[in-house]
């Protein structure tokens, strides 16, 4: 079913796993699960993004299994090519880049500013602070 899907999101002369096959052995159901793997490094997912064979067969991370499918599918809507057939709101979206450009006088006045991000010395003080060493001064009322 995996080979197909990934077989189904590609132009009929460009299919990713030319040959599914439907054997009951192990050997060869692993081997197709490696195929779809690597199907899915080619159409633009990350190796971070799939599971290993083992996590299916074995059906021992079935939630690395959910996470690929989930960015496969966030990756073919992505890509906007017209082989999705489906509800788009069920995957998440990768961020689009979104390049910036600014001028060399927009950078010299960014140079100058501190962000909040940094902090800020205002209102600070060592007012009220007791010297390196001294215990700390309890005021009993």
């Known amino acids: 079913i995996l080979c197909h899907l990934a077989n189904s999101l590609s132009p009929s002369d460009r299919r ?7 054997s ?4 060869t159901q692993m081997e197709q ?5 690597k199907a ?3 159409y633009g997912l990350t190796t971070t993004d799939l599971f290993q064979t083992v ?6 991370n079935l939630p690395a299994v959910q996470q690929t499918l989930m960015a496969f599918g966030g990756k073919s809507i992505a890509k ?3 082989f999705f057939r489906g509800d788009p709101s069920w995957f998440p979206r990768k961020a ?23 902090g800020t010395n205002q ?3 060592q007012a009220g602070m007791t010297p390196a060493g001294l215990s700390r001064q309890i005021k009993r009322n």
């Open 24 to 27: 009951e052995r192990a050997f």
């Open 16 to 22: 990713p796993i030319k040959k599914i096959q439907t």
């Open 96 to 118: 689009a880049q979104n390049p910036r450009s600014f001028t060399d006088e927009q950078m010299r006045q960014g140079q100058s500013i501190i962000g909040l991000q940094m």
């Open 33 to 37: 699960i490696s195929q779809f793997l």
């Open 80 to 82: 906007d090519d017209g």
């Open 123 to 125: 209102g600070a003080s």
């Open 55 to 60: 996590d299916l067969w074995e059906a021992k």
């Open 40 to 42: 899915l490094t080619d």
